[in-house]
């Protein structure tokens, strides 16, 4: 599948190209060194985001930022790969009867106007400042603030368990 849709966004590109209509300057130049970094990037970007259950963005949007994408396509390309993964837990949730309806509406609700405040505010910065590098800052300070409270909440609740005597912490992998 990767190389049909490599292959049919190189040839939509030649054709923009070469009618000199619909090109943007957020478009990517499929150079061979530019899809081979974009296959890596995808394949160990999802490896990673599949093992810690992230949706993706926190990942990926500091590398299209870091490739010249502007932030409103790499902050909604970001979002559009959250969606699926969301959608798919959520879905999981449900069949099984464990989704929150309540719970979710009050957090989607605080989702969406910090979402709205954030984008205002970056939006600010970098028309004052006329950068983008304070989203990729604050997107390498979230995710790796992320990535140390994981570890310390994880070991907080594992230590937790031991200290009630649960002695059934054994991690196991069965093939």
Same mark, same amino acid.
């Not at 902050?75 to 999981?92: A, D, H, I």
């Not at 983008?132 to 907080?156: D, K, M, P, Y």
């Given at each position: 599948?990767?190389?049909?849709?490599?292959?049919?966004?190189?040839?939509?590109?030649?054709?923009?190209?070469?009618?000199?209509?619909?090109?943007?300057?957020?478009?990517?130049?499929?150079?061979?060194?530019?899809?081979?970094?974009?296959?890596?990037?995808?394949?160990?970007?999802?490896?990673?985001?599949?093992? $810690?259950?992230? #949706? #993706?963005?926190?990942?990926?949007?500091?590398?299209?930022?870091?490739?010249?994408?502007?932030?409103?396509?790499?902050?909604?390309? #970001?979002?559009?790969?959250? *969606?699926?993964?969301?959608? #798919?837990?959520?879905?999981?949730?449900?069949?099984?009867?464990? $989704?929150?309806?309540?719970?979710?509406?009050?957090?989607?609700?605080?989702?969406?106007?910090?979402?709205?405040?954030? *984008?205002?505010?970056?939006?600010?910065?970098?028309?004052?400042?006329?950068?983008?590098?304070?989203?990729?800052?604050?997107?390498?300070?979230? $995710?790796?603030?992320?990535?140390?409270?994981?570890?310390?909440?994880?070991?907080?609740?594992?230590?937790?368990?031991?200290?009630?005597?649960?002695?059934?912490?054994?991690?196991?992998?069965?093939?």
């Amino acid at each position: 599948m990767t190389v049909v849709a490599i292959r049919r966004n190189n040839y939509e590109q030649n054709l923009k190209i070469k009618y000199a209509r619909g090109i943007c300057k957020s478009d990517l130049k499929f150079a061979p060194s530019i899809v081979r970094r974009l296959v890596i990037v995808g394949f160990l970007g999802g490896w990673v985001s599949g093992a $810690l259950g992230l #949706g #993706g963005g926190a990942i990926f949007n500091p590398v299209l930022l870091s490739m010249g994408i502007p932030a409103s396509v790499s902050g909604s390309t #970001g979002m559009y790969l959250v *969606m699926f993964t969301t959608f #798919g837990q959520s879905v999981t949730y449900i069949l099984i009867g464990q $989704l929150n309806y309540s719970y979710g509406l009050w957090i989607s609700a605080w989702c969406i106007l910090g979402t709205y405040i954030g *984008m205002r505010m970056l939006d600010w910065l970098m028309k004052k400042y006329n950068r983008q590098s304070f989203i990729i800052f604050l997107l390498s300070a979230i $995710l790796g603030i992320s990535a140390i409270l994981t570890v310390l909440l994880g070991t907080n609740d594992i230590l937790a368990q031991v200290g009630k005597g649960n002695k059934n912490l054994i991690f196991k992998f069965d093939f």
